[in-house]
DNA sequence: CGCGACGTTGATTTGCCTCAACGATTGTGG
DNA sequence: CCACAATCGTTGAGGCAAATCAACGTCGCG
């Protein structure tokens, strides 16, 4: 059941039988449906989440309804609020499920608590945490140097076939420009080609 | 002399006598004139640097010689090409120092040492890149969501007191845009508040 | 003093947005 | 199994934000 996040731990870091046992009691999983939220703006956000199956988005809406995708997690990504989870301040995020989907959530006081007895898992949440910053960094630069275009070949690569998985319109939010712009983008590249 | 990076663990860690000793000899102060690289791109970063005085920017330069800044780092910011450093692939960055200054330097083989030596440095590293992700998504939200006038608002909150330390196309280039827009930016904003 | 670095301002162009209309596809209840 | 609505993608006309290019003013410094 828990056999995705084992191996994803054991990627990085050595755990003992016992050290897996305390963790698996520490951690629940939770089954959600395609259009749920596991969180949503207001709350302070209490529990992080590992994908274990389905496809999720993290988004946020301005008072004009606007919403602007800030991650797509895949099976193995955490996703969560980090901000909220980090400093107690209140959540201004959607998360959402884009499939039925079952993720992996660790409450806060449990996860302190793990640091705690298992100190190999600060190394592996240093590495995942250098990881998504690597790639955050990498898509400020794009998105302050590059074409719409540019960034959009870069998208690919960081997610690949989630073209199949979600719906145009959020690709091109998360791209930072409009369906319709996205739209044409895409009819000019086809021309470029033939 | 290295007070103020031991301050800084001390924030976040405990560190015993020993284990502060330990860490200072695996680690190096280096005094920067400005205009000095600490990084230039096409080299393979093996150090991280930790800003004792001074300023610094990485930034990225295209093939039309148009450069974008990607981070500044004041005193107790860390800068380095985390993604070279993490991955092993040739750096595309340049990290300068804008004022004469010092940094504490921590050699790659050194650090992967001091992380078996002190487990702490796990923590400290994984609060480190934590807090660092957080901004790094909230820039990613404003440039995506906001127009330039708010995305610099931000910046000023991110970089209280950094317009005093660095020239103002700089800040147009880390905002991701032209010198010349800024410039017009600036002269609306004093004529709205008159 | 004279030069180079920096900031400003204006004219023009371009990338992307907004709004609106229109197919294509999917899902759902009768 | 069909009618209908809802969702999604496409296309076009017009508008605005920001880029580009060029000229000019100002300051600090060798």
Redesign the interface.
């Known amino acids: 059941m828990y056999e995705f996040l084992l191996q994803s731990l054991r990627k990085y870091i050595l755990l003992s039988p016992e050290e897996a046992d305390l963790l698996v009691s520490r951690i629940s999983l939770r089954k959600v449906k395609k259009k749920q939220w596991l969180v949503t703006p207001g709350e302070i956000s209490k529990t992080d989440y590992f994908v274990n199956k389905g496809c999720f988005r993290a988004y ?1 809406q ?1 008072d004009n309804g ?1 919403q ?1 995708i ?2 797509f997690a895949l099976e193995g990504w955490w996703i969560s609020d ?2 909220s989870l ?2 107690g301040e209140l959540t201004k995020l959607y998360v959402e499920a884009l499939e039925d989907g079952e993720v992996i959530a660790i409450h806060k006081d449990n996860m302190d608590q793990l ?1 705690d007895e298992i ?2 898992l ?2 592996y ?2 590495l995942v ?6 790639n ?6 794009c ?3 590059q074409s719409a275009y540019d960034h959009y070949m870069r998208f690919l690569t960081q997610y690949p076939n989630i073209e199949q998985r979600v719906p145009q319109y959020m690709i091109a939010s998360y ?2 420009i409009t369906p319709e712009f996205f739209s044409k983008l895409k009819a000019q590249a086809v021309k470029k080609i033939s």
């Open positions: 946020y301005d606007h602007y800030t991650k980090i901000l980090y400093t640091f100190p190999q600060n190394k949440f240093r945490y250098q990881k998504a910053l690597v955050a960094s990498e898509r400020v630069l998105t302050i140097s791209l930072g």
